[in-house]
């Protein structure tokens, strides 16, 4: 296809593969009025769906990476040729993971089904398929260990995340409302999935989180008295309780130690802490307490699942805790602790 349309987006960068960058200018609101870039009606779209904005910034972030690798040609001149060719690039040229490349498929997938109107035929799709991984799991010394060189704020969000199985944004986000500690119990509101679920409070840690919510109450007196107490929303919240902002239950936990701009909204307020905060810690502590593995953040979600299921926890509860809709997926740490060789003798130490 050579023919040429007018591109309704601004330049797009050069393919590159760095870590992904800010995809538009999160200071300025989308508007639903007036003229649009594709990038906007891609967010737009991604909106009203009520995807997250990690969502959001990814399939934007795709979206621009196919139609630079094609010359800046605009994706309605464009179909499941250029797709699968782009996909092969990715696989071929730039040996990317399999979920890489599942990850920009559902992107332009979107893309030309919800945005441009124009599904592409899915099964003339050569999916790139991958292969069951077995997740990164820490013993409970190597636990102890890292701990041990984690403090501060970081260091209860780590703490509370292997005590609790929450995953790093389902602890970033929790509200003053949600943590129930004289019942030892924690509520994840809109967790992966949009689901709701409890889990535990560990007793060790109700200390420090008694001190952190009243450090956490301090703020937000100064914020009341600066007329800048202002917390986001879910959903319609803000137009049903117009003050519901300003109360101290539906403060995050952990926020920011400054204001910054909400990047749906362009309002200034305090935020929850950053993510980076809590994972930059956590590389910290893993050099710090020579791990030897590639341990994330979310390597401590794994940890807490393996050590509940060799303590003899049933499987089931793993997985509501867990907050997994398919037990089958909580189903790969019963493969982390059989592959450990629990209850088998190797037959090297049966010639002893």
């Known amino acids: 296809m050579t023919t040429t349309q007018a591109i309704d987006f601004p330049a797009v960068a050069p393919v590159i ?50 139609v630079a690798w094609h010359g800046k040609r605009h994706p309605s001149i464009m179909g499941a040729a250029e797709v699968q060719a782009y996909l ?137 008295a600066a007329g800048m107490a202002d917390v986001e929303l879910p959903h319609n919240l803000a137009a049903k309780l117009p003050n519901a902002g300003k109360q101290w239950a539906w403060q995050f936990l952990f926020c920011s130690p400054g204001y910054s701009t909400c990047p749906r909204t362009g309002v200034i307020r305090r935020h929850h802490l950053h993510e980076v905060n809590i994972q930059r810690a956590m590389r910290r502590a893993v050099v710090a307490a020579g791990i030897a593995k590639r341990a994330t953040v979310h390597t401590l979600r794994h940890s807490f699942a393996t050590h509940l299921l060799e303590a003899g926890t049933d499987i089931r509860t793993i997985q509501e805790l867990l907050g997994h809709s398919d037990v089958e997926t909580t189903m790969i740490y019963t493969h982390v602790v059989n592959r450990g060789g629990r209850g088998t003798v190797s037959p090297l130490d049966r010639m002893n």
């Open 88 to 224: 092969n690039h990715l696989a071929v040229d730039e040996s990317s993971a399999p979920s890489t490349c599942k990850q920009a498929l559902c992107a332009l997938l979107f893309l030309y089904g919800q945005v441009l109107g124009t599904p592409l035929p899915h099964l003339e799709l050569n999916r790139p398929k991958s292969q069951p991984r077995l997740p990164v799991v820490l013993s409970v010394t190597e636990v102890r260990n890292l701990l041990a060189h984690t403090e501060g704020v970081p260091g209860l969000v780590l703490r509370l995340q292997y005590g609790t199985g929450l995953r790093l944004m389902e602890a970033l986000r929790l509200r003053v409302k949600d943590l129930d500690l004289d019942r030892r119990v924690l509520t994840v509101r809109e967790g992966k999935g949009g689901k709701d679920r409890t889990t535990m409070v560990p007793d060790s840690l109700i200390p420090a989180l008694r001190a952190q919510l009243a450090e956490r109450r301090k703020l937000h007196d100064m914020d009341l």
């Open 17 to 66: 593969t760095t870590p992904m960058p800010v995809i538009h200018d999160t200071r300025t609101p989308v508007s639903t009025t007036g003229k649009t870039t594709l990038w906007q009606r891609i967010a737009i779209t991604v909106r009203a769906k009520g995807y997250s904005l990690s969502t959001e910034r990814t399939y934007v972030h795709w979206a621009k990476r196919f």
